[in-house]
């Protein structure tokens, strides 16, 4: 480890450093043994320290990480719901949609084809009555906002 030198901390001394002479002859001595020991056991605090903070914060934004991707699929399944509602609603309203077409729609007999001439009355005339009863399931089926955002008074109900 002589000489790697992480965080600008100085590097490990060696435990047993030979005696050198300085320039004007004058030796020097090895620091004390215990000195040597405290700086190196410091040296490894400050490094395993260090260390700890950078988990600590690796585990802290793994942590909010993982809570925003938690919220990112609670939204998605809401949103799943959401879609799921409006599917139902949808496949409702084109099953009453069909129901009307199919009072419009008149077979005559003499060449086998079914023409579209008006609401066939059928057996008693209760075609008018069964239209009203569908166009009140079909504003049963949606909230004041889809109504007025699916245009239901202006549009689809006047298309019908």
């Known amino acids: 480890m002589r000489g790697t030198n ?79 509602a409006r599917r139902v609603k949808l496949e409702k309203v084109l099953l009453i949609i069909d129901q009307v077409e199919s009072l419009y729609i008149v077979d005559d007999d003499d060449d086998d084809t079914k023409t579209k001439e008006g609401v066939f009355f059928g057996k008693g005339g209760h075609g008018l009555e069964r239209i009203e009863t569908l166009m009140g399931a079909l504003g049963e089926t949606f909230t004041g906002e889809e109504k007025e955002s699916l245009g239901y008074f202006t549009s689809l109900i006047p298309s019908l």
Do not use: W
């Not at 005696?19 to 040597?36: H, N, Y």
């Not at 190196?40 to 700890?52: A, D, G």
């Not at 585990?59 to 925003?68: E, F, L």
């Open 6 to 84: 992480i965080n600008n901390a100085p590097p490990l001394l060696p435990i047993h450093t030979p005696t050198t002479t300085t320039e004007d002859g004058s030796s020097t001595q090895p620091p004390p043994l215990g000195a040597e020991l405290l700086h190196n056991i410091t040296f490894l605090l400050n490094t395993y320290e260090n260390k700890i903070h950078a988990n600590c914060h690796f585990v802290r934004s793994s942590k909010n990480k993982t809570n925003s991707l938690q919220s990112d699929v609670e939204d998605m399944e809401r949103k799943i719901d959401e879609f799921d």
